[in-house]
């Protein structure tokens, strides 16, 4: 009997404990990720709107032929590769993955950020003398070349390593929204069932039916809020980043 009683009294401190410890640790958990997807949206849209300035200023504002390449070939790229990232993150730890995906994508933005500054730094006045185009092309080709170094060796290379290190970022960037935000958020939503069935009586499980729609609902509407702000974010990081990447 005393054992019933000592083992009644060690759970219902542990549930105390825990009833405690569950709801701060959530929103806690909650504005960081917050802040985590503040900061990564707002780096990236910066980087996409400075990426296309670089390339644009490499032709003087003549041409949106590099500005239109990058795109493309970062779409086509998370298009054939997305689906990897993905499957390395349901094989590796969440956190693991999380801080190798954004050490190796800040990487590559470093790379193709000198890549342009060599681009936008390079003298091209020995190679002036040349401007007429000598290959065959057709003129509406020709037009759209205009002002590409197509005869500089170290010029393409350069450029191919900014498309390549750019889209590869972008998989990479997925690839951390996918183990931080997507997948976290799920796992989240499920202490919100268990905060709550903490709350009141508490009997190792819900016992009845109208209690535990009473915590779907909550988890939904939980869900529902954190998706929508995340949204908010995103919108905002959208119109601030580009301003703030335009600023001198």
């Not at 191919?160 to 931080?180: K, R, T």
């Not at 796992?187 to 190792?204: D, E, I, Q, R």
């Amino acid at each position: 009997m005393m054992s019933n009683n000592t083992n009644s009294d060690k759970v219902l401190l542990e549930t105390s404990y825990l009833r405690e410890k569950a709801e701060p640790n959530l929103k806690q958990s909650r504005r960081l990720l917050y802040v985590s997807h503040f900061f990564a949206q707002f780096a990236d849209g910066a980087w996409q709107f400075c990426i296309a300035l670089f390339l644009a200023a490499f032709t003087n504002y003549d041409s949106l032929l590099l500005v239109s390449t990058y795109g493309l070939a970062s779409g086509l790229v998370v298009c054939m590769f997305g689906s990897m990232a993905g499957q390395f993150v349901d094989r590796t730890n969440r956190l693991v993955a999380a801080q190798r995906f954004i050490w190796i994508q800040n990487i590559l933005v470093l790379i193709a950020t000198f890549f342009s500054y060599l681009l936008l730094t390079r003298d091209y006045s020995n190679q002036s003398s040349g401007t007429a185009i000598t290959y065959t092309i057709p003129d509406w080709l020709a037009v759209r070349l205009q002002g590409l170094p197509i005869n500089d060796s170290l010029s393409i290379f350069l450029l191919v390593g900014i498309h390549v290190c750019g889209s590869v970022a972008e998989v990479l960037n997925q690839g951390f929204s996918v183990a931080i935000e997507k997948d976290w958020i799920v796992v989240m939503a499920k202490l919100v069932s268990t905060s709550n069935s903490l709350n009141g009586n508490f009997n190792s499980q819900v016992e009845f039916s109208g209690e535990r729609d009473l915590i779907n609902d909550e988890r939904r509407e939980w869900l529902s809020t954190t998706n929508v702000n995340l949204k908010q974010i995103d919108l905002t990081c959208k119109i601030c980043a580009p301003a703030a990447g335009r600023c001198r």
